[in-house]
């Protein structure tokens, strides 16, 4: 994959997950955005639909946790190296050690 592609699928997923953090406030609250994106009403119900967006986001971020858990416990068994991982997470060699050691000792 080059990085034009890459780059517009990632654009196309923070736009999904954006979106899915708005469905989840609109339906927990009962309040939908009006056509230009914002929602109506006064400061408190805004201010709830936002606090539902916030809620979503820490849920979505316990899922996210997850899925990097099973993807670096699987990249492990596969033989992936440390390097490699931090590689793919954009983080330093020692951190990845950090991050990903303990998920290989308890799947």
Do not use: C, F, N
Request: aromatic share 6%.
């Amino acid at each position: 994959m080059d990085d034009v592609d890459e780059a517009t699928a990632w654009r196309e997923l923070e736009a999904a997950i954006g979106e899915a953090l708005w469905r989840y406030a609109e339906t927990v609250t009962g309040v939908r955005r009006d056509s230009s994106g914002e929602v109506p009403g006064g400061r408190l119900t805004a201010g709830r639909t936002h606090l539902a967006r916030l809620s979503a986001a820490r849920r979505a971020r316990q899922v996210l946790r997850a899925t990097e858990d099973a993807a670096a416990a699987t990249a492990i068994e596969h033989g992936a190296s440390y390097p490699m991982l931090a590689d793919a997470a954009g983080t330093a060699r020692q951190t990845a050690w950090k991050l990903y050691r303990s998920r290989v000792i308890d799947p």
